[in-house]
């Protein structure tokens, strides 16, 4: 059973930068796909960005040049850096490592 513990949420003014650490136990992390998914009030739960298996990355259109997901496999840790945040882009953030899901931390961006 892979853990997570998610860090680095807050409140941010539009155009400022957040950075989203997630470490995990308890698995050969190197092997999984990570990903950072996110949702907003009233809607479905996204993906953000992932790693997959072989180093591939992927990003949702809304993010991609803003934002950028990184892994550590020495420290098993993977982590969302958000630059030149919007409104849009608050909801709750989940680390996912395969099969198992962050507790979700808070994103906000508001003036």
């Known amino acids: 059973q892979v853990q997570l513990v998610e860090s680095g949420g807050g409140s941010v003014q539009p155009g400022g930068s957040l950075r989203l650490s997630c470490v995990a136990s308890?698995?050969?992390?190197?092997?999984?796909?990570t990903a950072w998914y996110r949702q907003a009030p009233g809607k479905q739960r996204e993906l953000v960005a992932a790693?997959?298996?072989?180093?591939?990355?992927t990003y949702a259109d809304s993010v991609k040049g803003r934002f950028t997901i990184s892994r550590d496999n020495a420290k098993n840790t993977v982590t969302l850096q958000m630059n030149s945040l919007k409104p849009e882009d608050t909801a709750v953030y989940y680390c996912?490592?395969?099969?198992?899901w962050g507790q979700g931390i808070q994103v906000t961006v508001s003036s």
């Open positions: 790693i997959i298996r072989g180093d591939i990355t």
């Open positions: 996912y490592v395969e099969p198992s």
């Open positions: 308890g698995s050969i992390f190197s092997l999984y796909t």
